[in-house]
T-cell receptor
Framework: NAGVMQNPRHLVRRRGQEARLRCSPM?????VYWYRQLPEEGLKFMVY????????ESGMPKERFSAEFPKEGPSILRIQQVVRGDSAAYFC?????????????????FGAGTRLSVL | GENVEQHPSTLSVQEGDSAVIKCTYS??????FPWYKQELGKGPQLIID?????GEKKDQRIAVTLNKTAKHFSLHITETQPEDSAVYFC???????????FGGGTRVLVKP
């Protein structure tokens, strides 16, 4: 059973370009979370999505950032007009909400991340 | 919102000794507390978790304790091995909502 798959692993963009980060959740998972990690810091929540719905975007910057999780295909985190401050590692996690056992509802499984560098 | 503080930020121990990492949280509604291990260049991996209806949980060399009254929880690693060297993160999740709030991380170095 493949884990959470993120691509690309590394992404280099020049200031003003767009960055698209993809996340395929674990098989059977329908809930996706995006977190950002700056160097030497902890992970900061950005957005929580279910298929075709944004449930909680309280951690998303108001401008330039958007996320989607379509009915078919991976979740996409999109950053428009990137700036140097966007350089970070972006992690996706998925969870098996709706499982029969309560414990499983809380567990978030993380992908290996996308490291974005803005030149 | 929730705030999670984690200490120490770095921890160096001799192989075979124990390592203890402590976290405090601010939201008394938090009811789930996972610990993640992150190795260089990789994503966080869940190593142990605890729910608010349990005070202690153990899995081989790893144990976690939770004090709801004081709003703090700790990770204990016994008989440390070089492969335990990594960055460890604590996190908390409120009963309402699904987002995890992470501590700042502890870089653990186990010296052979």
């Amino acid at each position: 059973n493949a884990g959470v798959m993120q691509n690309p692993r590394h992404l280099v963009r020049r200031r003003g370009q767009e960055a698209r980060l993809r996340c395929s959740p674990m098989k059977g998972h329908s809930h996706v979370y995006w977190y950002r990690q700056l160097p030497e810091e902890g992970l900061k929540f950005m957005v929580y999505l279910q298929k075709e719905n944004i449930i909680d975007e309280s951690g998303m910057p108001k401008e330039r950032f958007s996320a989607e999780f379509p009915k078919e295909g991976p979740s996409i985190l999109r950053i428009q007009q990137v700036v140097r401050g966007d350089s970070a590692a972006y992690f996706c996690a998925s969870s098996p909400q709706g499982a029969h056992w309560e414990r499983a509802k809380n567990i978030q499984y993380f992908g290996a991340g996308t490291r974005l560098s803005v030149l | 919102g929730e705030n999670v503080e984690q200490h120490p930020s770095t921890l160096s121990v001799q192989e075979g000794d124990s390592a203890v990492i402590k976290c405090t949280y601010s939201d008394s509604a938090s009811n789930y507390f996972p610990w993640y291990k992150q190795e260089l260049g990789k994503g966080p991996q869940l190593i142990i978790d605890i729910r608010s209806n349990v005070g202690e949980k153990k899995d081989q060399r790893i144990a976690v304790t939770l004090n709801k009254t004081a709003k703090h929880f700790s990770l204990h690693i016994t008989e440390t091995q070089p492969e335990d060297s990594a960055v460890y993160f604590c996190a908390a999740k409120a009963s309402a909502g699904n987002k995890l709030t992470f501590g700042g991380g502890t870089r653990v170095l186990v010296k052979p």
